[in-house]
C-alpha cells in the first residue's frame, strides 16, 4: 500500500535526502522503474537507427504502468506459476536486445544485468 504522503513525493524528497521514509522510498521505487526502461529504450533506439522520439511514442499506445500493475499482483503473492511469461521468451528477447544495441554501437546497461540473473524474479 502506498504511503500517504505518495501523492506529494516530489515535493517531500529533496536530491540529497536518504531513503529513510515511505515516501523517499516509493519515490525510489518510481525512477527505477522509469530510469531502466527509457534508458536502454532510447540506447536500443539509437542503435537500430530509430529516432528516441519515435520510439519513446511507444508509450502513446502501450502504459507499461498498467502491465506491471497485473505482473506484479501475482508475483507479489508469491504466485509464479503458471507463468504469463517464460523465462526462456525472455531471456530470447533480452538476448536480442544486447545484440541489436551493440550491432548498432550501444551498450544497455539494465537488460544485460537482467539477463544475468539465473531467475528474474
Known sequence: MLPSTCGSIAKSCCSDCLADTPSA??????????????????R?????????KDAFSLFDHFNPGQTLAQRAKPISSGQHSPSSFEMSVARKDLRLMV???????????????????????
Not at 522510498?25 to 532510447?42: C, P, R
Not at 536500443?44 to 528516441?52: K, P, R
Not at 550491432?103 to 540473473?117: K, N, S
Open 25 to 42: 522510498l516509493f519515490k525510489l521505487f518510481g525512477n527505477l522503474t522509469l530510469l531502466s526502461i527509457l534508458g536502454d529504450v532510447g
Open 44 to 52: 536500443l533506439a539509437a542503435a537500430v537507427g530509430i529516432d528516441m
Open 99 to 121: 545484440e541489436e544495441a551493440a550491432r548498432g554501437g550501444q551498450t544497455l546497461v539494465m537488460v544485460p544485468a537482467l539477463a544475468a540473473l539465473p531467475r528474474l524474479l
